[in-house]
C-alpha cells in the first residue's frame, strides 16, 4: 500500500505543482490521482516507475512509499 503521508511530503517538497505532475504522468483528473494516493485506487507498475522519476525519489525513498506494509486508507 502507498504511503499517503510520505507520498505527500515528497510531492510538496518537490515544488511540482500537481498539473504538471498529472501532464507528466498522463493522467487527466486530478481526483484519479489523489484516489491513487489515498488508496482508494493502486498505482501500476509503470506508474510508481514514472512518479518515482518525476520526484526523483530513490531505491529506499520509493519502497518506503509505495510498498508500505502498515500504509492505511487516508481520506483528504
Do not use: C, W
Not at 505532475?21 to 494516493?37: C, G, H, P, S
Not at 518515482?52 to 530513490?58: A, V
Amino acid at each position: 500500500m502507498t504511503n499517503t503521508e510520505l507520498l505527500n511530503k515528497h510531492i510538496s517538497e518537490s515544488g511540482l505543482k500537481i498539473g504538471a505532475i498529472l501532464e507528466q504522468m498522463n493522467i487527466k483528473a486530478y481526483e484519479t490521482l489523489r484516489a491513487k494516493v489515498e488508496n482508494r485506487r493502486e498505482f501500476t507498475a509503470s506508474e510508481i516507475e514514472k512518479l518515482s522519476d518525476i520526484l526523483r525519489l530513490d531505491m529506499d525513498q520509493r519502497e518506503a512509499i509505495f510498498f508500505a506494509k502498515d500504509a492505511e486508507y487516508h481520506s483528504a
